[in-house]
């Protein structure tokens, strides 16, 4: 029997540029958060005053103020949407405090709902061509219409700022992959630690023949996109923890741990945090701190980052978050897929544009983080209920791949991006144990390779079965 | 506390005549945490004219502090509650708004509001303490 010929993994060059969202040399003084819709308007009206001249012009760009009735003009200001079933603070004082949290509905939209521009001199109410229910507050747009006598302002055209610039990407010549897995759940009940076990061993190349080996050792680095831990509630919901439960808290956390040093010995993963990750609640999510992982920090292929957070892969630029800003996207605002909520976040050139307003957010004085300054070529989103892609094309050529990135546990799912020469290829490997449900019988399916946009979806190898025992 | 009634509101004399109402309220303006509301109810009404420790009349401050009281209120630099003036200076030199210089040097060389006097220059905003 031939001794198989030892493979090498892939190596590329990572940068990570988590450096805004660092939240380490801010000092809280009591602000609150006019700061930072003061720094994220007058970021977006240099931007769209620059923008306004190519699209409209020979119009007059005024002020809530300055605005005159029956006269063309364009406005240039943050919108507030008035939801009639956005929960409010008040309502708590209003009802009798309970356990059971109230029953709220997934989405808060309702046909009553109404638009508002506001800027530094004043507010004012929008009517016309403007679709209430694609818009969220905090987001900033060029407006072009007319004052009518009712005092609101008729909306003709909406200009967004549009898709950032993109730095081109280099070609190069071979594959590399990148998986993103979010939702792992360890600690939850729909966790299943055979399926994390085969992710594992399928991604370190302990699993398949030698083609999956080979396709294993193109992969250059993992993304777990938040979610992946879960205490059980009743720990953290305020009640005093018995002291033999105490040790319990904890044991999520140090499963993960165990799993993630198989991973982290084999290549380089970025653990962000998610809503039920212990971090803190408000974005940008800190990185999990290290003591964590006590086993798998001691790796240096570890990096513990934000939420959001932007990396760069051989010049491939990286952009994602756990799902916290497209989830509350959804809360407010209607739109066929999660891609195309993702869509807007691009052409509005901001991550979060409900933060703070129902996002939890850090009151900065002086920037706003969440601000897309540069296009990125892969676009994830992690813990959604489907995996979904698509490339969006822009104007000036720009290129992104959006990801919605399922949750694992429920699903079963990692998304495995080819992130080289071809960005737009996105594979998707489903790891599920077959009928038997032993780690000898198990499934591994190639589903769909996506060609280039608006080619139809052929399978690549078809569904592959592996009977025979996998050694390790 | 409501002992002076409205007698100590419109007192013709200016502050350092009046010691107990002012000790007092000082007391409670150092009571806060960075620009969170003051003072017992009571108080509420003495505190507001209150202005770090001193009675706050209107001709009592200097050209220099109209100066940034201006600027303070000032739209186009952004809201001035809860950042410093300096750091708002700062923040809007940042972005290109071009605030007057001159601003800067009283700001840099304001005294700290420890041992600050009557009428000079404060490094934190008008409503600091207020509000």
């Not at chain 1, 950032?164 to 990148?178: F, H, I, N, R």
């Not at chain 1, 439960?245 to 499963?255: G, L, N, V, W, Y």
């Amino acid at each position: 029997m031939p001794v198989p010929k030892p493979m090498e993994r892939k190596q590329a060059a990572y940068s990570n540029l988590d450096e805004r969202y660092a939240i380490q040399g801010e000092k809280y003084q009591g602000q609150q958060y006019s700061h930072i819709y003061f720094t994220r308007l007058r970021h977006m009206r240099n931007l769209l005053h620059a923008l306004v001249p190519s699209l409209k012009p020979l119009l007059p760009v005024t002020t809530v103020l300055g605005l005159e009735e029956g006269k063309d003009c364009i406005l240039v200001g943050t919108l507030y949407k008035h939801m009639k079933l956005k929960p409010s603070i008040l309502d708590e004082y209003a009802k009798e405090r309970s356990a059971i949290p109230l029953v709220k509905p997934h989405n808060f939209m309702h046909p009553d709902d109404h638009l508002i521009l506001e800027d530094e001199s004043g507010r004012v109410t929008l009517a016309g061509a403007i679709p209430t229910a694609a818009f969220v507050t905090g987001v900033v747009v060029a407006l072009h219409g007319k004052e009518t006598s009712a005092g609101n302002f008729l909306v003709e055209d909406v200009l967004e700022a549009g898709l950032p610039p993109q730095t081109a990407l280099s070609s190069a010549a071979e594959d590399k992959y990148v998986v993103f897995v979010s939702g792992l759940s360890v600690g939850s009940d729909t966790f299943n630690p055979l399926q994390f076990q085969l992710l594992i061993d399928h991604v370190t190349g302990h699993l398949g023949d030698e083609n999956e080996q080979s396709i294993a050792s193109n992969i250059v680095r993992v993304v777990v996109a938040g979610n992946s831990v879960h205490i059980s509630p009743r720990f953290v919901n305020g009640q005093t923890v018995a002291s033999k439960d105490q040790s319990r808290i904890a044991e999520p956390i140090k499963e993960l741990d165990i799993m993630l040093t198989q991973l982290v010995a084999s290549l380089p993963v970025d653990m962000m945090p998610g809503c039920h990750d212990p971090a803190n609640f408000s974005l940008p999510q800190q990185p999990l701190h290290r003591c964590l992982f006590s086993g798998a920090s001691t790796y240096n292929t570890f990096s513990s980052c934000s939420n959001p957070h932007q990396f760069e892969l051989d010049s491939v630029q990286f952009l994602g978050t756990s799902g916290q800003n497209i989830d509350d996207l959804y809360k407010y605002s209607d739109a066929k897929d999660k891609l195309e909520f993702m869509e807007r976040t691009l052409r509005w050139r901001h991550l979060a544009p409900t933060a703070p307003n129902s996002l939890g957010c850090y009151p900065y004085t002086d920037k706003d983080p969440f601000l897309v300054e540069s296009c990125p070529h892969v676009y994830f989103v992690g813990n959604q209920d489907k995996y979904e892609t698509r490339l969006l094309e822009g104007p000036e050529k720009q290129k992104v791949r959006l990801i919605s990135i399922p949750r694992f546990s429920e699903s079963g799912a990692a998304v495995m991006q080819w992130s080289q020469a071809q960005p737009n290829l996105c594979l998707i490997a489903s790891l599920q144990p077959g009928p038997s449900s032993t780690i000898s019988n198990c499934q591994l399916e190639m589903l769909f390779d996506f060609g280039p946009a608006g080619h139809i979806p052929h399978n690549r190898n078809g569904k592959e079965e592996r009977t025979d025992e996998i050694r390790l | 506390m409501s002992s002076g009634g409205v007698k100590d509101f419109y007192r013709l004399k200016k502050k350092g005549g009046v010691t107990k109402a002012a000790s007092s309220s000082k007391k409670k303006t150092q009571q806060y945490t960075g620009g969170a509301s003051v003072g017992a109810p009571d108080t509420a009404q003495t505190s507001a004219l209150v202005s770090h420790g001193s009675w706050d009349l209107k001709d009592d401050f200097g050209d220099q502090e109209e100066q940034l009281r201006q600027f303070d209120m000032d739209m186009k630099f952004g809201p001035c509650i809860g950042v410093t003036r300096l750091q708002r200076w700062e923040r809007a030199s940042a972005m290109g708004l071009q605030p007057p210089a001159h601003l800067r040097d009283l700001l840099l060389h304001a005294p700290s509001t420890k041992n600050r006097g009557d009428g000079s220059p404060s490094v934190e905003c008008l409503w600091e303490g207020k509000v």
